[in-house]
């Protein structure tokens, strides 16, 4: 019984310190104005890139649970196939930047070790594959050169480490842990000095580690050497996969994946269309929030075409837009039926994003707003369209019209652009108001 009992309190104890190692309460250093320039990005392109993408598999995760055959294999033989020469640094930026993406988080090292830039800490890295270019070096030098913020992901789980070590690879056995492994924990903070040191200011950083402590110590390191720089996971709230329900206060970053699979997958794939990242987009800044959305290059280093269609589509539109996501916040009330609101910092200028389905080029809708009021002096326009001409059709005044009631406040909107030759454009409409009545 004696015996049973101290096994039990044992137990219980290696439990305990596991929950306090994952419960560690976040540090957050970064500086308030820091986090509103932060949040004024509004939205950012996500990369998930490594040698493993060869395959087509998830990201990182088969190495846990494999045999030591596959290890072996995965570790010694995969990356001495890596070779991406179809990389090109600025076409990736420059897709991003014509989206409206205002910075970029690539991952320098994900969860299975393989570091995506040049180290000293281990061989098992970028400069030892067929390629062996620094593709973080050159993103970097992109990203500035073409005025995006830089961000890198890094994980501080690092399953190839483990595996050297003779540890058991997992995500939350205590062992795998950096708060339980020493030496594991002086690994990645040396990795995370070569990152914040070697590549000039590095703006955002990601931290996606199992537990909090592995985080904290990292944000550490990244503060130290450089306190402008904006820790996102690690020191606030970023759901993955999923949107908050009602506005949290910001700073906060929700980041998706444009198909079901973080890094590019040739089969299997069920892709997200433009239009649902453009309304993810909307609801999560009317939310107070920022659009981390993923995309994953090949193992050639290519977008491959059904991302790259989709993201285009999402650069017209925000090409017509983008104003609407300059300097602007959430509403008090953040949404009305089909339409979410995003206002000016003094609240005298609204934009209104309506998204209705099949809204036919030259029809003209009416909407009721409530928690918007006009003024004499409040005028109102269509982003992207003059208000003056539908072409083809001389006699047809497509002008938005404005009027305050004691109830409401009614815009009757013609949809008048032509974005496609075949006239079909099933995206949200943006519409600014601007002199509003701020009194209540």
Not at 202 to 219: N, P, Y
Not at 409 to 417: F, Y
């Amino acid at each position: 019984m004696k015996l049973r009992i101290i096994l039990v309190f044992i137990w219980l104890s290696v439990i305990s310190v596991k929950v306090n190692a994952q419960e560690v309460k976040p540090l957050n250093l970064n500086k308030p104005e820091r986090e509103q320039w932060f949040t004024d990005l509004g939205f950012g392109m996500f990369i998930h890139w490594s040698m493993d993408v060869q395959l087509g598999m998830v990201i990182s995760h088969s190495m846990v649970g494999a045999s030591n055959d596959y290890l072996n294999r995965y570790i010694n033989e995969l990356p001495k196939t890596f070779n991406p020469v179809n990389f090109d640094a600025r076409e990736w930026v420059s897709a991003a930047k014509l989206a409206g993406m205002r910075y970029i988080v690539f991952t320098a090292k994900h969860h299975n070790g393989y570091c995506m830039y040049d180290t000293k800490t281990t061989d098992f890295n970028i400069m030892n594959s067929p390629y062996g270019k620094d593709v973080t070096k050159m993103l970097v030098d992109a990203c500035r050169e073409a005025g995006i913020a830089v961000g890198l992901y890094f994980s501080p789980d690092d399953f190839y480490f483990l595996h050297k070590q003779g540890t058991l690879i997992s995500r939350v056995r205590e062992e795998a842990l950096a708060s339980s492994n020493p030496e594991l924990n002086a690994y990645v903070k040396k990795q995370m000095k070569e990152l914040m040191i070697n590549y000039g200011k590095i703006d955002i950083v990601f931290l996606d580690g199992m537990e909090q402590f592995s985080k904290t110590e990292l944000a550490k390191v990244c503060w130290d050497i450089n306190p402008d720089v904006v820790v996102t996971r690690g020191a606030m709230e970023t759901p993955e996969q999923e949107t908050p329900e009602t506005p949290i206060p910001s700073p906060w970053e929700a980041c998706y994946t444009f198909g079901d699979q973080w890094q590019y997958r040739p089969t299997n794939e069920n892709y997200k269309t433009a239009k649902d990242a453009i309304l993810k987009l909307i609801e999560i800044k009317a939310k107070g929030g920022n659009l981390l959305l993923n995309f994953g290059p090949d193992a050639f280093g290519n977008f491959p075409k059904e991302q790259q269609g989709a993201l285009n589509e999402i650069s017209l539109w925000m090409f017509i837009n983008q104003e609407a996501f300059n300097q602007t916040e959430p509403h008090h009330t953040i949404k009305e039926g089909n339409m979410w609101f995003l206002t000016s910092k003094d609240k005298k200028t609204a934009y209104v994003f309506i998204d209705t389905d099949e809204w036919k080029y030259g029809d003209r809708k009416l909407f009721s707003i409530e928690t918007l009021k006009a003024t004499k002096k409040s005028q109102i326009f269509v982003l992207g369209h003059n208000g003056i001409v539908k072409e083809y059709d001389k006699n047809v005044d497509p002008a938005p019209v404005i009027k305050q009631t004691n109830e409401v406040m009614e815009i009757s909107i013609t949809r008048s652009q032509r974005i496609y030759n075949d006239r079909k454009w099933n995206n949200p409409i943006v519409v600014k108001i601007t002199e509003l009545d701020i009194s209540e």
